[in-house]
């Protein structure tokens, strides 16, 4: 099915641990994103990538290492987990000028 | 740094009632201005706005974009409990097509 999907849906981790979130779209996008959402800041962007093998930083990247070898997928890492990046995670592509459309999310819990 | 403040952050109307919602923005490269609702889950489009001074509608929800004083409203009318929502609002930029996000309205509809 064309769309953009996200796995795992939820993750539980322990502080310390390396942990890699999966996204993955369809439409041969250019741009993907990756957006964290924490209650009262709205979505920040972490990391994004404007084709395969470039990828910038966002707003809050520290702690996230991120990869695009190929077009449909964009991993997020956190290489060694810690609880303030307990949050949910949201991949998102698009085709540069024009509306992001968003994964359904990743729920991650850092213990 | 880019800037989006969304007012107020949280509503509580009856259904039938009107309810304007507030995005303003300071933000270099600016492109274009997007409207997301989110329910629990990923947020969907619902409006992007290039043109000052244009109206977009879609069925009860309608939105508009002021370049000069730089903000938007969202207006949605005759509101029914579905309304209930976290709504975004986003600004698109030029060249690297990022969005940066409000902190969200919560519109709560009683019945």
């Known amino acids: 099915d064309a769309g953009i999907t996200q796995s795992p849906r939820y993750k539980i981790t322990e502080t310390g641990r390396q942990v890699t979130l999966m996204c993955h779209q369809t439409?041969?996008?250019?741009?993907m994103f990756w957006y964290r959402q924490d209650l009262g800041h709205g979505l920040r962007l972490i990391y994004y990538s404007a084709a395969a093998d470039i990828t910038d930083k966002g707003e809050v990247p520290d702690g996230y290492v991120v990869s695009r070898s190929k077009t449909e997928n964009f991993p997020l890492t956190l290489e060694s987990a810690t609880r303030s990046q307990t949050s949910v995670y949201f991949c998102?592509?698009?085709?540069?000028?024009?509306?992001?459309?968003f994964g359904s999310g990743t729920r991650l819990t850092v213990v | 740094e880019d800037k989006v403040v969304q007012s107020p952050l949280s509503l509580v109307v009856h259904e039938g009632d009107t309810v304007t919602l507030n995005c303003s923005y300071e933000v270099t490269n600016f492109r274009s201005l997007l409207w997301y609702k989110q329910e629990k889950k990923a947020p969907t489009f619902l409006f992007m706005l290039?043109?000052?001074?244009i109206e977009k509608k879609s069925g009860r929800l309608s939105s508009i974009l002021d370049k000069k004083e730089l903000f938007s409203i969202l207006n949605i009318t005759a509101t029914q409990t579905g309304d209930s929502a976290v709504y975004l609002c986003?600004?698109?930029?030029?060249?690297?097509?990022?969005?940066?996000f409000g902190a969200g309205t919560t519109v709560t509809v009683r019945a």
């Open positions: 998102a592509s698009s085709e540069g000028d024009i509306r992001h459309t």
């Open positions: 986003a600004s698109l930029t030029r060249g690297d097509y990022k969005l940066s």
């Open positions: 290039t043109s000052s001074g």
């Open positions: 439409w041969s996008h250019s741009y």
